[in-house]
């Protein structure tokens, strides 16, 4: 069975998302693994979903948090729920340079404005949109689609920053060139 944990162990679609196995993942999911099932970071299923505990993962959170974008794209692509319960993920895509989950989420339909976590960008601003990451990282690609999925090229960091103030004050030309 697709959920099967054994001796409380993490379940196989987790495990098959944190080592990056996108074959694994996808016929996990086929079979009928829940990619919106969070466990303990450490091992064993949460009877909650959808929390941003730390010491609670999801698949798809394994995945691009570890750097495997393919991992998190199949995720995305075949369980939106996924990336609709952890919409976050979408600025920690764009800040590990994964432009290809990038375009999964918004397919998915995560908000291309929805919110960042402080700790999952490296600058340590804070209040921060998917776009301000993109801006802070020169990512025109995802900047562009990020415009194209109606994100605020006008929204405000903590600081009273727009991203064209962030893409500026990091000589990112290319991306400013985009939110002009």
């Not at 976050?88 to 976590?117: E, H, M, Q």
């Not at 990512?139 to 990020?146: I, K, P």
Request: charged content about 20%; some cysteine; overall charge negative.
């Amino acid at each position: 069975e697709a959920e099967h944990v054994s001796l409380g162990g993490p379940s196989p679609l987790l495990l098959a998302a944190k080592w990056g196995h996108t074959q694994a993942c996808e016929m996990l999911i086929a079979a009928g693994a829940r990619a919106t099932a969070l466990e303990q970071a450490s091992g064993g299923k949460a009877l909650v979903e959808g929390t941003e505990d730390a010491e609670f993962e999801s698949p798809l959170r394994a995945a691009i948090t570890r750097g495997h974008a393919a991992a998190a794209v199949i995720i995305a692509s075949k369980e939106p729920a996924a990336a609709l319960a952890e919409p976050y993920l979408l600025a920690t895509a764009i800040s590990k340079g994964a432009v290809d989950a990038c375009r999964a989420f918004l397919a998915a339909g995560v908000s291309a404005d929805g919110p960042a976590r402080d700790s999952d960008v490296p600058s340590g601003a804070s209040g921060l949109t998917p776009l301000h990451v993109a801006a802070l990282r020169d990512d025109a690609v995802c900047a562009q689609l990020l415009i194209e999925h109606g994100a605020d090229t006008k929204a405000r960091d903590a600081e009273g920053r727009a991203p064209l103030d962030v893409a500026l004050a990091n000589g990112h030309q290319d991306v400013a060139d985009v939110l002009r």
